[in-house]
């Protein structure tokens, strides 16, 4: 079998101390974001899923982990989780699972994307409450051309960043 390296996010419940970064170093290499909330590391594997469950048992007694995912979609387009449940949470999916002759991990996707999909519209309800409180005071035009003047400001929000280098920077000069 072939080993593959997979990067794999590790999101903690809390940030990390300082002394349980120290002690997750001896077990592997990782980068943590500046509120020691978030790590980032390589885990090589035989499939992703694998990689995850690898660093679960490594890392699960150092940091508080709440999720691992994988940083990149697989060959599906899907970014895999792993996610560690309270007993109750586990017998309630395992029993819905039984009862509709299907996998737990597939009541568990379909749970998070019911959860997810609620959430979009929720935030895009506030959204367009927000916005028919705004037109009620404001003309559409004015409105319509603060949003572009933004967003023209932060060109991020409409147009991801270039993965090209610019030519002065393939010239090593910034």
Not at 1 to 21: D, F, G
Not at 77 to 94: C, F, Q, Y
Not at 114 to 121: D, F, I, V
Request: charged share 30%; proline share 6%; aromatic share 2%.
């Amino acid at each position: 079998m072939t080993t593959h390296q997979y990067a794999v996010e590790i999101s903690l419940t809390r940030p990390a101390t300082a002394r349980e970064l120290d002690r997750a170093r001896h077990r592997l290499r990782f980068a943590a974001n500046a509120d020691r909330t978030r790590l980032m590391t390589v885990q090589g594997a035989t499939s992703p899923s694998r990689a995850l469950h690898r660093l679960r048992r490594q890392l699960d007694t150092l940091v508080p982990i709440n999720v691992l995912s994988t940083h990149y979609p697989d060959r599906h387009g899907r970014v895999l989780l792993n996610v560690e449940l309270g007993r109750d949470t586990d017998t309630a999916i395992h029993r819905e699972a039984a009862s509709s002759g299907r996998r737990p991990q597939d009541v568990l996707g379909e749970r998070i994307t019911t959860a997810l999909t609620q959430e979009r519209r929720e935030r895009r309800h506030r959204l367009e409450s927000q916005l028919s409180a705004l037109l009620a005071e404001h003309m559409p035009e004015d409105l319509l051309a603060c949003v572009a003047t933004l967003l023209a400001k932060a060109p991020d929000c409409v147009n991801p960043p270039s993965r090209r280098r610019s030519p002065r920077c393939r010239r090593g000069t910034r």
